[in-house]
């Protein structure tokens, strides 16, 4: 069974348009190469043909999976959430007490994790950790080498 996903409205609009483009634009340019590849004769020995051929499989299960997620996706009304707790969606000041350095995460939808842009999966150690969480608390979270204690300093959207 799927699990529901909760997005903003921007993020549920950049999943639309992947698969948008994986349907109208990718699945055609590999159908193309399919029949290009076929052209050429014995499919038996035929390598573009067969690499081609394992791209489609693969666009194929990305467009599944990608359907499911799209209908499984809820898009979040922020102005109705809590801003006193840590939930999805929530821009989060944490300080962590070994080494009193400051960083602030967004807390997001799995497909929208951006590491780089300090986008953090709800669904990651330190996210699921963060959940619930008020100004104040300190997050005691398992990570693969121990346990890292944060203090949550800022919440807001």
Known sequence: MSEISY????????LKQELEQLEQIERPRVSQEIS???DKGDLSENAEYHAAKEEQSLLELKIAKLKNVVANARI??????????ILIHSIVKLRNTSNNMEVTYTLVADSETDLRNRKLSVNSPIGKGLLGK????IAEIQVPNGTMKFEILEISR
């Not at 979040?76 to 707790?85: A, F, G, H, I, M």
């Not at 008020?134 to 608390?137: F, L, R, V």
């Open 134 to 137: 008020s100004i104040g608390d």
């Open 36 to 38: 290009d590849a076929r």
């Open 76 to 85: 979040l009304d922020e102005s109705q959430l809590d801003l006193s707790k």
């Open 7 to 14: 997005y903003s409205e921007e993020g549920f609009k950049n």
